[in-house]
């Protein structure tokens, strides 16, 4: 990949009044690079330890292997799945 290879990117609250989730906004060359669009999943994983958060992006495992918090993957504000990834 050509050009900047790291950027800086500052979560912002979204949704309603009382209950506010944190969004992140992944730069537009970045994403058309690396082939990210709305469909992408991708795992999340705190390493408590160091203080990392690590996103993995999902290629190999199908929607419905995941187990949603949530009613729908389709839902504006879409919710995290519970997976293990130890």
């Not at 900047?4 to 730069?27: C, D, F, H, N, W």
């Not at 060359?29 to 795992?43: C, E, L």
């Amino acid at each position: 990949m050509h050009g900047k290879s790291v950027y800086v990117i500052q979560p912002y609250e979204v949704g309603a009044t009382k209950r506010k989730s944190l969004a992140m906004i992944i730069p537009a060359k970045y994403a058309r690079d690396n082939q990210i669009d709305k469909s992408t999943v991708f795992i999340v994983k705190a390493n408590e330890q160091n203080g990392k958060i690590v996103f993995h992006r999902i290629k190999d495992i199908g929607l419905e292997e995941l187990m949603p918090t949530g009613e729908s993957f389709q839902a504006s504000s879409q919710q995290a799945s519970n997976i293990d990834i130890r």
